[in-house]
């Protein structure tokens, strides 16, 4: 927990989508003086402050890393879209240009924060169709773990040397719409109630997500206790089969069927009409944090029918 004396200021950059805004709730609730820095005010409106970020370039935004006790980077473009070269290009910028000028801004001021919490991705670990991976698993091959190899360098190359950094590898993210929209979620919930919450694929594919609450618990304890270092896997001990999470899904928005989706049709649709890419749905990966298991987080949603229950009510 923050210390109580005093109003500590956390600064959260790139926080002005739905993570964002649910970390920066969370902040403002136990007491924390919240500071969000994005190119447009975050909506809703909420108890934080705004401050203008391009995320390519020094800018006044950096006074306000000057006494701040913690720094979260959670700043990337969102990957589902199609990849082309053009997004492929901007998915990877986005996240080392924006981690490589905090760490400039960083030496700018008087009083850096003495503590960075790195946003990573669980993808690092690749797409493997049976294997449980943890933080001493090998990563795996493609654009993401391309793309979390370079995001951590930008990170390990910015950290000042006397800081404490924490690096988040984070599942998918289940959360709830405070207008600024709910992340994946939402879309799957309404897909869900019109019948289409059926099996993908093979169904088999690794579903690792974790709730907001937890994800929001595990950044506060990163940023106030001195003991957590390194990087960490952010993701619930029971990832779930595609086909259990659909049924799960179903099951907490009340419907009953919900129609297979083939491969081929996922294929089809995900590039030629929704303009997204196909393998975010028909691959995934089952990962879990052996890490927090030793050091005794207690998850407050460990299983996916209360984590849904709770959020879809």
Known sequence: MPPTDARKKIFIAGGSGFLGISLATHLAAIGCDV???????????????????????????????????????????????????????????????ATLVLGRALRNVERPPPVWEQMSTAHIYGDPPIATCDEDSPTGFGLAPTVGHAWEAAFRESLLPEQRGVVLRTSFVLGRDRGAGGGALT????????????????????????????????????????????????SSPQPVPQHDFARELRRAVGMPIGLLTPA??????????????????????????????SEGFQFEFPRLRSALADLLK
């Not at 590039?271 to 944090?289: F, H, I, M, N």
Request: net charge positive; with cysteine; glycine share 10%.
């Open 264 to 293: 081929w049709l996922v294929r089809f649709g995900a590039r030629y009409v929704l303009q997204r890419d196909p393998e975010l749905a028909l691959y995934g990966r089952y990962v879990t944090s052996s890490r927090l298991a």
């Open 35 to 97: 500071v969000i820095a994005s190119r447009n005010p975050p909506k809703p409106e909420g108890p934080w402050r705004h401050a203008p970020w391009d995320a390519r370039t020094i800018g006044d935004w950096q006074r306000e890393l000057d006494g701040a006790v913690g720094l979260v980077n959670l700043a990337g473009r969102r990957v589902d879209c199609s990849k082309t070269p053009d997004h492929c290009d901007e998915i990877l910028r986005s996240r080392i240009e």
């Open 187 to 234: 879309t799957l919930a309404r897909l869900a109630r019109c019948g289409l919450g059926g099996r993908v694929g093979s169904g088999t594919q690794g579903m690792s997500w974790i709730h907001e609450t937890d994800l929001n618990r595990l950044i506060e304890r990163g940023l106030f206790d001195e003991a957590m270092r390194g990087t960490y896997i952010s």
